[in-house]
């Protein structure tokens, strides 16, 4: 199985609501990321997990608060976004961060911040 | 890392092999060539890497020049599933630096029928 599931979708929040989504992946990958990618640009890396310990955080405003409560998944809260924030929120997972192993990719997370 | 190049968009015929292209010019000698691509609304996908030599998978074959600065990715019979943005990727094989992956604009492959 070399899935990366997300959910959910899609979602739409408003600037003062509260939302988190959620990644899984079961392929014992010991390191995990999230990447943000707004329209038509490639992807940017935001957090990075290894062995559940925040490894790399790139400056991400507060408002954005990732969690790894086991080696199997991975959220990220969300608070108080701003519609600039609105983008598609990818997941990744990759074996660990010794090597460049590659990154599997869930489908991702649009949100659209109203 | 070190940064890449490659052309903004290319075209090719459905059956025909495609060939893209990536400059690496101050690639160092450990860091990794790496491809990926991403189709339309979904996630990237891993295709192939390599250091030194050339590599070949079930999807494409790395042509990597011999003095590292440029590198081709090969897909050899191009199907219209094919079209998608291709990104080259150079990434250093060290613990502090092995997690990220910095993507550049990539090339946007069409496959025509």
């Known amino acids: 199985d070399t899935e990366v599931t997300q959910t959910p979708k899609h979602l739409v929040m408003g600037m003062t609501n509260k939302k988190s989504l959620k990644c899984e992946q079961h392929?014992?990958?010991?390191?995990m990321y999230w990447y943000k990618q707004k329209a038509k640009k490639p992807p940017e890396l935001m957090f990075v997990y290894s062995y559940e310990k925040l490894s790399i955080n790139e400056s991400v405003p507060s408002r954005f608060s990732p969690e790894c409560p086991n080696s199997s998944l991975l959220n990220l809260h969300l608070h108080a976004l701003q519609p600039e924030d609105s983008a598609l929120y990818l997941c990744?997972?990759?074996?660990?961060?010794?090597?460049?192993?590659?990154?599997?990719f869930g489908p991702g997370t649009r949100l659209t911040v109203t | 890392d070190a940064k890449t190049t490659q052309p903004t968009s290319m075209d090719c015929a459905e059956g025909r092999a495609a060939n893209l292209p990536c400059n690496h010019s101050t690639i160092s000698g450990n860091e990794y060539v790496y491809w990926y691509r991403q189709i339309h609304s979904q996630g990237p996908q891993y295709i192939i890497h390599?250091?030194?030599n050339n590599e070949t998978n079930e999807m494409a074959s790395l042509i990597i020049t011999e003095d590292r600065k440029s590198s081709t990715l090969i897909l050899p019979h191009a199907t219209l599933r094919d079209t998608a943005v291709y990104y080259c990727?150079?990434?250093?094989?060290?613990?502090?630096?092995?997690?990220?992956?910095?993507f550049g604009e990539g090339t946007q492959l069409t496959v025509n029928p």
């Open positions: 392929m014992g990958h010991r390191a």
């Open positions: 990744a997972s990759s074996r660990g961060l010794d090597y460049p192993y590659e990154q599997y």
């Open positions: 390599g250091l030194k």
């Open positions: 990727i150079v990434r250093v094989a060290m613990r502090t630096s092995g997690s990220r992956l910095t």
